[in-house]
């Protein structure tokens, strides 16, 4: 194992962002705004497109408007949070070169929740089935959501 924790090393990456990235990232400081939702058939839109190509109809997905922030988003989510940029942080090695990542740092400043999946006011996050990318090909789907109590003091700000 290596002092970096990889069984293997990691592919060097780039001293500098790729062209391609640093086109993205100044697209999203521009607009200033990210965005987050969650729907069936999203893999579509991790294909290359070029600039002003429609990954809604690729995907076949329904384009719905925002209220605060100028993209769309997915009419079929049950759930979408609008985000403005905040940050965008340059992810450093612990050499300090930069580690080929950016973290991209948003406040919500609007949301939409299809109402069919509320339970007493709550969004129903078991009943939504978002998915969550685990790595690789790999990617899974909430089917149970538990309540764990904390406690006293944990996380609350109080003591």
Request: proline letters at 5%; a positive charge.
């Amino acid at each position: 194992m290596s002092e970096r924790g990889f069984a293997q090393p990691p592919k060097a990456l780039p001293e500098k962002p790729s062209r391609l990235l640093k086109k993205s990232l100044r697209f999203r400081k521009k607009v200033g705004r990210v965005k987050f939702f969650a729907w069936d058939g999203f893999i579509e839109t991790s294909a290359r497109f070029a600039r002003g190509d429609n990954e809604f109809a690729r995907a076949g997905l329904t384009m719905a408007q925002c209220r605060l922030v100028a993209a769309p988003r997915v009419a079929e989510s049950p759930a979408a949070l609008e985000r403005k940029v905040v940050e965008v942080v340059e992810i450093k090695s612990l050499s300090g070169a930069w580690s080929g990542a950016v973290l991209t740092l948003g406040e919500v400043v609007a949301f939409h929740i299809d109402e069919r999946f509320l339970r007493d006011g709550r969004f129903d996050t078991a009943l939504a089935h978002p998915l969550a990318r685990c790595g690789y090909q790999d990617y899974a789907a909430v089917e149970a959501v538990f309540a764990l109590a904390r406690p006293k003091g944990g996380g609350d700000g109080m003591n």
